[in-house]
């Protein structure tokens, strides 16, 4: 099993960055892939990034492309979603998700979920 915790939510005005953290526990990540998604109220969860588990390829949802930057810390077990230049649109519970070995944007192929991050973009 793997536990996710999320982290580094919050308030923040439009042009502002943030930056997200994903601590896992229960077993190490080395192997999987790691994804971030989001969800709006009344919307469906999105993807917005996914790195790979040896962290040499990554995925970006094209709405944050060039914006939101996805990376991992081996020796801290986390993973984290640099935000910049953010907008009144990317607010959502961001969510971090693993999955064993098999990179991927669609939701249900992810095994493991914390119980997200509320981030809230002013305009």
């Known amino acids: 099993q793997v536990q996710l915790v999320e982290s580094g939510g919050g308030l923040v005005q439009a042009g502002g960055s943030l930056r997200l953290s994903c601590a896992a526990s229960?077993?190490?990540?080395?192997?999987?892939?790691m994804g971030w998604f989001r969800q709006a109220p009344g919307k469906e969860r999105e993807f917005v990034a996914a790195v790979s588990g040896s962290g040499s390829v990554k995925m970006y949802a094209d709405s944050v492309k060039g914006r939101f930057t996805v990376s991992g810390d081996d020796t801290k077990n986390t993973v984290y979603l640099q935000m910049n230049g953010l907008q009144p649109e990317d607010t959502a519970v961001y969510y971090c998700?693993?999955?064993?070995?098999?990179?991927?944007?669609?939701?249900?192929?992810?095994?493991?979920w914390g119980q997200g991050t509320q981030v809230t973009v002013s305009s």
């Open positions: 998700a693993a999955n064993y070995l098999r990179l991927s944007s669609t939701v249900g192929q992810y095994d493991y």
């Open positions: 229960g077993r190490t990540l080395s192997g999987y892939a």
